[in-house]
Structures are given as C-alpha cells and as structure tokens.
DNA sequence: CGCACGCTTCGGCCCTCACCGAAGCGTCCG
DNA sequence: CGGACGCTTCGGTGAGGGCCGAAGCGTGCG
C-alpha cells in the first residue's frame, strides 16, 4: 500500500477512516444516543456505554476529530452532539441496515417498558418517529399533502398546510424540505427534512407532545391529540 | 462489556459490525470498485488494490457473510457483486459523506483524463451519474416531470413521460420509486431508484449511451444526444 | 492425462487500538 | 482557600485483525 496515491486509494482510505468512527461498539453506542438530538456531557456517555471516563474521552476525540460529533466546552463540561443533520441521517441509515431482525426479540418487563415508550413516539435527531412519527406522516400522506408513491414530496397543497398552521419552513443551504426516514420500530419510513423538524419543534413548542424521562421518548398530550385530530385527522387510537 | 446484553447494546454492536466491514481501506476500495454495479472475481479486485489472493479472499468472506456482498460462483471463478440496491446507497451515502473536499485535487494527465470521462458520465450502482446523470436530472425537473424542490418525487407528467417512452416502471417490494443519490463530482443530487435504474437499462437497451473501457464510464453516442434532445429537451452542451 | 490457473486455508508476523488506573489540570462550590 | 468534581493525558496490557507466502484443492484447457 506504499505505491503514489491515486483518487482511487484516497477515496478508498476516506471511507475506511470514517467507517471506522462508527466501527467500535462504544463509540456505535455514543452515536446511536446522540440520535436523540440533544447535546450530552462526557461523562454522562462514559457512564451509558459503562466504560471508564478515560476510554470515553479519547472516543470523543476522535469522533470530534473525524467530524462527526461537535462540541461545546461549558465550564468543567463537555457537550457533545451530532455535527448536523447530515451525520444524523448517516447514523441512521447505518443503524437502518442493521436493523432487520435484530429488533424485535423478547426483553425484560422495564426493558419493554421503556421500548414501548419509544415505540409510541420519540424523537428521531430532529423529527418525530415511532408510531407518532408514523401516524403524523400518513396522516399527512392520507389527506394528499404529502406524496410517497413515486418518491418522497410534499405537495403543493401540503406547503399552504405548513402555511396554514403557521409552521414556517426557512431552508437553510441544501437540506431538503422533505425526506424520508426509515422508523425502526415500524419498518417504514417517516417525514424528516426541513418539514420533518419544523414539524416537530412545533409540536414540541405547541405542547403537542412532552419529553418524558430525560431519553428520546415524548408523550402527546390531549391539547396534542385534539390538534393532530382537528388538523390531520389523527386517529387518537394510532398513538396507542 | 460483560454484563447482560440490553437492546440498546445489540444495536451498537450491530452497527459497529456493520461500519467494521467497510472500515478496513482495502474492504472499502472493493465496496467503491462494486458500485459500477457489475460483478467481479475475486482476482480482479485483489489486482485492484493491489492485495495478494489470499488476503482478497479472506476480505471477501467477511463483506459477503456480513451481509453486504452477494457471490455467484462460476467454474473456477467466484463473482461478487453489491448485495442489492440498499447496499448500494449505504456505499454511496458513506462516500457522498467522505467526499466534500477529497475529490478535488489535481491528477496526472492520464488520470484525468480517465476521471474526466467518469466525469462526464458513469453509472452509480444501476443508474446514470456524473454530467449525464446530472444533465437529465435537471432537465426531467425543468420539464415538470420530477419534483425536487419540495423533496424529491415524480409528478403525475413524470410517470406519463415514462409510459409513453416506453420504459417500464415496475416496483419489485419497497424500493422507491424515485430517490436523490448525490453526485460526488458534481456535487447535486442525480436521479436513483427504480426510474433511475429504469432509465439508466432503457438508456443502454437502446445504445443512447455505451460503457467504455471496462470501468464504470459511459459514453454518449450520437443517437442517444438525439433521443435526450426530443425526449427530454437535454442540450448536447450540457454532456460535454 | 497433466499442467496452468483461480481461489482458499493455514501459520506466523506485526501493527493497531480499546481498555484501565493513576496522575494532572481546570472549574465550581462551600 | 481547599476540597469535590469533570475531564484529559499517559503508560502499560492484551486482544484483534490485516498482511503475506506456502501449500492445498478444484476447475478448465491443451
């Protein structure tokens, strides 16, 4: 591998170093918790992936390093997040993959506690997912405001939607307006994108939904379920 | 890392097995050498970077166990291809993320003027990339018959404009129909998914363009500038 | 039939890297 | 000001894995 570098080789070797980020259980592990969309502290990492504070720093080194993750120093503390929706899409498509048939296997009763939770509604980086996530996207789907069947798009009709419920849409750079993400609790995709975000800061701003526990998890509240019903035509049972 | 297995930690250590098989350089230049779409032997790619036999083989028992590489054995030859279309985006994705400041560097005179050919036009696993793959992307959405600036879906025109030239859209399972795929030298999205793999077969079922040499580089000729005028409207400029 | 060829298996080498505990540094609080 | 706390650096250890050449096995050609 000593031979004068061709395109070829340097691609090659770019793609193996950012591979390798996610090529460790604990750093997968730190990736996997940042999904969540909020910023943690080191320390809070060392102790989910249970590996001393030591290992976890030099994780994060190397994740800041390759890009991955960005930090912020606060006083005696370290936050670290996803870099930006770009990684975030990367993490899940790779967690995605994964994901068929390594799911869904017995767990313990909290364990399953917890998961059914998530399974309800959580939050997906900065959109919602789970059978929320789900419901909002087909409900959106249903009242032909959103197109899946030859893509991934919002309609005409669903751009006055966003209007109407005076949930703006700012594009900044490249990100696209709507994107499909694959829910990996109910193997098909949800709304992410500018839309998807906005969509779910509103819902969270609105009171539509709450962070409960300090996970991913959010509940709906009932001025959510009489909003989504009244707006979408969300069936309160879909939430369930 | 001994204590028991939680789902949180099946999914890291599902991903990080995932990301482990792409994140060895010599792994990660046959996954980027595979994304032409086409099958290899195993000495083909153990000459392409540059590996002995022996060291190929036992990479390639790892990408195809790990789920990623498919193989077809043939008298004395083995084959190996991507295992299907989702693995093939994961590839891309993974090197569309790499790519933003690698890819431009100057080259030696030979090298360029094989990278300006991939330039010009290529395939990217089953359907058209570089300018060509740009140059029809663009024109399909000045035409109205893709919508990318709500997300990226055909419009109704769209799936007319495909019947009446006559290419099939047929949807084996849950692939999309349409799918933005990153162009890593022109840095824009290029049409994928069925309609793009669609297009891309029609394209060379009825010799619009031919693959030169044996890499992934397609050429124009001129029947096919004359069918993309008529049909699409593309300006023989734009391919160049 | 026998040799050439493509691929695989095996043994051994060496480098990389995840991990920990101890020690050090800066920040915050009493 | 001193101690608690969060994080980082460093040295040492051990496991994992990529690499090769040699040898083995099966296929196909002359």
């Known amino acids: 591998m000593l031979g004068r570098m061709t395109t070829k080789d340097a691609r090659a070797a770019g793609l193996a170093r950012l591979a ?7 750093r997968a592990a730190c990736l996997l918790a940042l999904l969540d969309g909020r910023a943690w502290t080191a320390g ?28 912020e120093r606060q006083g005696r503390h370290r936050y670290v ?19 068929p048939g390594a799911a869904e296997r017995p767990r313990t009763l909290r364990q399953s506690g917890a998961g059914s939770a998530m399974a309800r509604g959580r939050t997906c ?16 789907t249903a009242r032909g405001l959103l197109r899946q069947d030859t893509g991934f798009a919002l309609t005409d009709a669903g751009l006055r939607w966003f209007g109407a419920a005076g949930i703006a849409l700012d594009r ?35 009171g539509w939904c709450v962070r409960i526990g300090s996970e991913r998890a959010v509940k709906v ?13 969300v069936e309160a049972a879909a939430l369930r």
Do not use: F, M, N
């Open 44 to 71: 809070e990492l060392a102790r989910h992936c249970r590996v001393a504070a030591s290992t976890l720093s030099e994780h994060l080194g190397k994740l800041v390093a390759g890009g991955l993750l960005a930090e």
């Open 172 to 206: 900044p750079g490249r990100r696209p307006l709507a994107r499909a993400c694959l829910d990996w609790t109910e193997r098909r995709p949800h709304l992410a994108g500018v839309a998807g975000a906005a969509l779910c800061r509103h819902a969270l701003d609105a």
């Open 221 to 233: 509240t009932e001025a959510g379920e009489r909003a989504l019903s009244e707006l979408l035509g």
């Open 81 to 99: 997040r996803l870099a930006d929706a770009r990684v975030a899409q990367l993490v899940e498509d790779l967690a995605a993959q994964v994901a």
């Open 20 to 26: 390798s980020l996610a090529a460790d259980e604990t």
């Open 125 to 140: 980086y900065d959109h919602l997912a789970g059978r929320l996530g789900i419901a909002v996207t087909d409900a959106l």
